[in-house]
C-alpha cells in the first residue's frame, strides 16, 4: 500500500512507526500517529474506532533446514526442547499462543526471545533451530524464497483480527486517507 501510495504521490513522505501497542495508542490519542495496522486489541475505549479488514492465521515457522521442516503431521509436542522467539507476553499473539498450549494441557513456550522486530526473528530462524507462531503474510517473502518453512502442524484458535485504529472521530490529512483507502483495497485480497 505504501510503494501504490508513494507511486501516485511522490513527493509524499510517508514513516511508519514500530512500537508498544500502548505507546502506539498514547501516539494515536494523542495526534501524532494517524492511525494503527495491525492486530485489533479488545479494550478498545470509546476514543478508538477500529475497522477489522481481514482475519490472520498463524503458523509455526522454522527456517527450511530445520530438523520438523519435512515432518508430516506434528503436534505441540514435538516442539518440546526447541527454543522460541516470539512476540512480547500480553500481546493479541501471545495470548492466543498461550490459549492454545493451556487447552492441551500443556505449558506455555517460554521465549528464547522476545521481540516484535521482523528483521531480528527472520535473522534467528535463518540462523539455527528456534520456532516462532507468526503469520505465513509477515514472513511471505522468506517462505516463497525457500528459505522459511510454515510447519505442518494445524493451529486452532490461532486467527487474529487485523484491522485499522484512529480517533473516534478523528480528520486524518489527505496522505493518510490515500493510504488507509490503499491499504482498505489491498486487504480484499487477502480476506
Not at 171 to 181: C, E, F, N, T, V
Amino acid at each position: 500500500a505504501m510503494a501504490e501510495v508513494h507511486a501516485m504521490h511522490p513527493r509524499l513522505r510517508l514513516r511508519s512507526l514500530e512500537s508498544p501497542y500502548e505507546e502506539l495508542t498514547a501516539g494515536l490519542l494523542s495526534g501524532r500517529i494517524d492511525f494503527i495496522l495491525g492486530a485489533l486489541r479488545p479494550q478498545a475505549t470509546q476514543d478508538l474506532a477500529t475497522e477489522p479488514l481481514f482475519e490472520d492465521r498463524i503458523s509455526i515457522i522454522v527456517r527450511a533446514e530445520h530438523p520438523l521442516a519435512r515432518r508430516r503431521k506434528l503436534t505441540l509436542r514435538d516442539l518440546d526442547g526447541y527454543p522460541w522467539v516470539l512476540s512480547r507476553a500480553g500481546s493479541p499473539l501471545r495470548e492466543a499462543l498461550d490459549t492454545v498450549f493451556r487447552k492441551q494441557g500443556l505449558p506455555q513456550p517460554q521465549p528464547a526471545v522476545e521481540t516484535g522486530d521482523l528483521a531480528l526473528v527472520r535473522g534467528l530462524l535463518l540462523r539455527g533451530d528456534m520456532v516462532t507462531a507468526l503469520s505465513t503474510y509477515q514472513l511471505h517473502y522468506e517462505i516463497e524464497a525457500g528459505w522459511l518453512r510454515a510447519l505442518d502442524l494445524p493451529m486452532p484458535d490461532m486467527a487474529r483480527g487485523i484491522g485499522l485504529t484512529t480517533r473516534a472521530g478523528a480528520r486524518l490529512s489527505p496522505g493518510a486517507d490515500a493510504l488507509i483507502q490503499a491499504i482498505r483495497r489491498l486487504s480484499h485480497d487477502w480476506r
